[in-house]
């Protein structure tokens, strides 16, 4: 009998969902079988968004998923449209370069939130602005 062998851990680190899950305020402990589900919950969300994103991507003759292609898989799957469609970044429109994009400064995240490129800096000092 061939059985296909399925694998006990997770692909994702679970140190680092941890930490992310951590992130929220409002959740002090958790629990190691919690931990389980919510990494192979984000794996399998992965997996079906990366397959969608190949369908479009290969409706479309491409080779290679870009933005839209994720947009458009997104946009066909209702469920995931609803909380998702706004998280992700508008298409590209054409940029006038009048000023070196090193000049211009990120708006600030709205107050309250933190932007996860934060997270994964290692080794940064954060920076002051009181100084």
Do not use: C, W
């Not at 969608?52 to 994720?70: F, G, I, M, Q, Y």
């Not at 708006?107 to 954060?126: M, N």
């Amino acid at each position: 009998m061939a059985e296909e062998e399925t694998s006990t851990r997770p692909e994702f680190p679970l140190g680092r969902v941890k930490k992310i899950m951590k992130l929220d305020k409002d959740i002090n402990k958790i629990n190691s079988e919690a931990l389980h589900v919510i990494t192979y919950s984000t794996e399998l969300f992965l997996h079906f968004l990366a397959e969608k994103s190949a369908v479009v991507t290969a409706e479309k003759k491409r080779k290679t998923v870009n933005l839209d292609h994720l947009r458009t898989a997104v946009k066909r799957h209702q469920p995931t449209s609803d909380f998702l469609l706004d998280s992700l970044p508008l298409p590209a429109q054409p940029v006038k370069h009048t000023k070196s994009v090193s000049d211009k400064k990120a708006p600030p995240p709205p107050i309250g939130t933190r932007r996860i490129d934060d997270f994964f800096s290692k080794g940064k000092a954060k920076i002051d602005d009181s100084a």
